[in-house]
């Protein structure tokens, strides 16, 4: 039974809308020049970065879920599914951008290599701060760091694991 459930399809219309934008350029590109090779050049420059895209998305569309006993990752366009344990897990960032979501950044070794997804966060707020403490339950190494250092969360996660001080390098 899923205890947590988050996706990184929002991935998709990020892609098909720089495709589209790729491709409109290309055709700008192919309209401005009446040189054939000039033409194929444009075309074939442009057939490459959208199928980079259409790979790059591929690999980046992610479900997961959160277990009681693992984390699983399905791959949606490769039709994969990774299951993590969680002592696997490495890291947790939470990413907090002005005008985008907020997004989730875990860092966990599966199969000899450490990999690294981007997801939609899990939980706002106090709740975020509920599934840090279940995840610690899981794993006490996990490292835990907010982006930006000055967003609230971090603040609300050192009120609940203790004020950690950075230190400022003397300057003389």
């Known amino acids: 039974m899923l205890k947590y459930h988050s996706s990184s399809r929002f991935y998709i219309t990020d892609a098909v809308i720089t495709i589209v934008m790729v491709i409109g350029f290309g055709f700008i590109g192919v309209n401005a020049t009446e040189n054939i090779a000039a033409q194929i050049s444009v075309m074939m420059v442009t057939t490459f970065i959208s ?100 967003d609230y969360m971090n603040h609300r996660l050192q009120e609940e694991y203790g004020f950690n001080y950075r230190k400022v390098p003397k300057i003389d």
Do not use: C
Request: no cysteine; proline share 3%; glycine share 4%.
């Open 51 to 150: 199928l980079w895209f259409v790979l790059r998305t591929r690999n980046s569309v992610v479900d997961v879920g959160f277990n009681e006993q693992f984390m699983v990752v399905n791959y949606i366009f490769k039709n994969n599914k990774a299951r993590i344990q969680y002592e696997n897990i490495v890291a947790l960032e939470y990413i907090a951008v002005r005008r985008g979501p907020t997004l989730n950044k875990i860092k966990f070794h599966f199969k000899g290599k450490t990999e690294l997804i981007r997801f939609r966060t899990v939980a706002h707020g106090a709740d975020f701060i509920d599934f840090v403490k279940w995840l610690k339950s899981k794993n006490d190494t996990l490292v835990i760091s907010v982006y930006p250092p000055d």
